[in-house]
């Protein structure tokens, strides 16, 4: 084995088990060809058609897909077009196997976001290895998106892509007519937590709030990101004001009752959170750093108010 199957094989271990690939055709026997192909090395799922294929990328998604071209109903083309234009599924490589390989057929297959185009009838030693390929630099890309988007301490969102991400909801939101709500999310007394229980436990304690914020999110949409030291942000697109109030109050709720200790707590004797919540509403003026900044006064609010609460 090289060094570099070596960490791939790691990586994969550590991240995935066996890799999941799907394959679409709709002839049997060419699905039965690839299975035995792959059957051992993968965890191989199998669709017949365009749609199928899709509702299994939807519910549990693969990390390769094979994807036959012409089939009756949604042809492959379609199916890759729509994986690309899903935010859930665009990550998922996709390889196009197909006897009409003529060279405007692969060149339209690329310009979709395929990765490759294989010609059938398939030679399954080159399929596997270009499969490997592949997932090798899927793995890879994962990764380094894990790494640059995510906050290494409580492994929810990061600060830079709460920056990429909120102008977007923003765009989304105005375009639609649509409601965002941004909540601004700050640990109460962590200076003096981290004084009296040390700083590993403060950091213990601020894995545990993150999780929490993330877990009491329920639509997928939502997203919580660390957005400085104590301090998280949770972006709520097509949420209404009265119902982001209740999520917000929710938030509060949960982290009190995870109960961590926390007896220099004015509030307390447990940790607590304060939360300033802001809703962009249709037609209303202002642009994305006002609705922060709003939300940060409301924050502030309460703070002076009694912390251990929303405001909106
Ligand atoms: P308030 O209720 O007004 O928010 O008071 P506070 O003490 O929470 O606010 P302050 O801004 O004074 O203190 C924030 C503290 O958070 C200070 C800083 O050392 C701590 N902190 C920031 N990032 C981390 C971290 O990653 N780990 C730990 N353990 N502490 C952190
Ligand atoms: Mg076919
Ligand atoms: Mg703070
Ligand atoms: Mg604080």
């Known amino acids: 084995m090289t060094d570099s199957e070596t960490s791939v094989s790691a990586l994969l271990d550590s991240t995935h088990g066996k890799p999941k690939l799907l394959v679409v055709d709709d002839q049997p026997i060419n699905v039965q060809v690839m299975y035995q192909a792959f059957a051992g090395d993968y965890q191989v799922f199998m669709a017949t058609s365009g749609e199928q294929a899709l509702a299994i990328c939807e519910s549990n998604p ?23 234009s899903t935010d859930a599924t665009r990550h998922i490589p996709v390889i196009f196997v197909t006897a009409h390989n003529d060279p405007a057929q692969e060149t339209h297959g690329l310009s979709l976001g395929a990765v490759d185009f294989i010609a059938k009838p398939v030679n399954p030693a080159v399929v596997r ?22 906050d290494g301490l409580t492994g929810v969102f990061n600060r830079r892509y709460f920056d990429q991400q909120f102008p977007i909801e923003w765009a989304r939101s105005m375009r639609n007519g649509s409601p965002l709500s941004l909540l601004l999310v700050d640990v109460d007394f962590f200076k003096r937590y981290n004084d009296r229980y040390g ?3 403060g950091d213990d304690a601020l894995r545990l709030v993150g999780a929490t914020l993330k877990s009491g999110l329920r639509r997928p949409a939502d997203m919580v990101a660390r957005y400085g030291g104590e301090e998280f942000a949770c972006i709520l697109p097509d949420t209404a004001f009265e119902d982001a109030l209740l999520i917000a109050q929710d938030l509060e709720h949960q982290v009190r009752q995870k109960k961590i200790p926390h007896d220099q707590s004015s509030v307390g004797p447990v940790m607590t959170i304060s939360l300033g919540l802001a809703t962009r509403i249709a037609d209303a003026p202002g642009d994305g750093p006002a609705l922060i900044g709003l939300a940060d006064a409301l924050l502030y609010r309460a703070k002076n108010t009694g912390r251990g609460r929303a405001v909106g």
């Open 62 to 84: 693969p990390d390769l897909v094979l994807l036959d071209v012409v089939m009756p109903g949604m042809d492959g083309f379609a199916v890759c077009e729509k994986l690309k």
């Open 129 to 150: 290895a270009r499969v490997k390929t592949h997932l090798t630099l899927k793995f890879q890309s994962d990764l380094l998106r894990r790494l640059v988007f995510l």
């Open 199 to 201: 700083h590993q436990a």
